[in-house]
C-alpha cells in the first residue's frame, strides 16, 4: 500500500506558476511511476504527466508540454509539478497516482491515489 498525500494547489493568475508536491509513504516508492491527473467540474478524469520510477522517463500530455515539469525526488519520497504559464483551462484538481506496472497514461491502471489539491487560474 502506498499513501499520497498532494499539496501546493490555489489560486493564482493566468500566467503565474505554481508547483504541487505528491509526497508518498508506505511501500517503497522507488517501485513505482507516478502520474499527475486533473478533473475539472463536468469533464472526465484527464492525464497530465508522468514519471517512471527511476525518472528516466517522462511524458506530457499535449495541452501541458513546454509548460510543466515533472521531476522526483526517491530520497524525499516526493514527485513534483512544476507548472508555469497558467492558463485558466488549467483550472481542475490535481491527483497524483501510483502504480508498479508498465509505464502508462491510463488513469485506471494507477492503483494508488491521492485525495487530490485544488488549483484555479483566473483570467
Known amino acids: 500500500q502506498v499513501q499520497l498525500v498532494e499539496s501546493g494547489g490555489g489560486l493564482v493568475q493566468a500566467g503565474d506558476s505554481l508547483r504541487l508536491s505528491c509526497a508518498a509513504s508506505?511501500?517503497?516508492?522507488?517501485?513505482?511511476?507516478i502520474g499527475w491527473f486533473r478533473q475539472a467540474p463536468g469533464k472526465e478524469r484527464g492525464f497530465v504527466a508522468a514519471?517512471?520510477?527511476?525518472?528516466?522517463?517522462?511524458y506530457y500530455a499535449d495541452s501541458v508540454k513546454g509548460r510543466f515539469n515533472i521531476s522526483r525526488d526517491n530520497v524525499k519520497n516526493t514527485v513534483y509539478l512544476q507548472m508555469n504559464s497558467l492558463k485558466p483551462e488549467d483550472t481542475a484538481v490535481y491527483y497524483c497516482?501510483?502504480?508498479?506496472?508498465?509505464?502508462?497514461?491510463?488513469?485506471?491502471?494507477?492503483?494508488?491515489w491521492g485525495q487530490g489539491t485544488q488549483v484555479t487560474v483566473s483570467s
Open positions: 514519471i517512471s520510477w527511476s525518472g528516466g522517463r517522462t
Open positions: 497516482a501510483a502504480d508498479a506496472g508498465r509505464f502508462n497514461s491510463d488513469w485506471y491502471r494507477y492503483h494508488y
Open positions: 508506505g511501500r517503497t516508492f522507488s517501485n513505482y511511476n
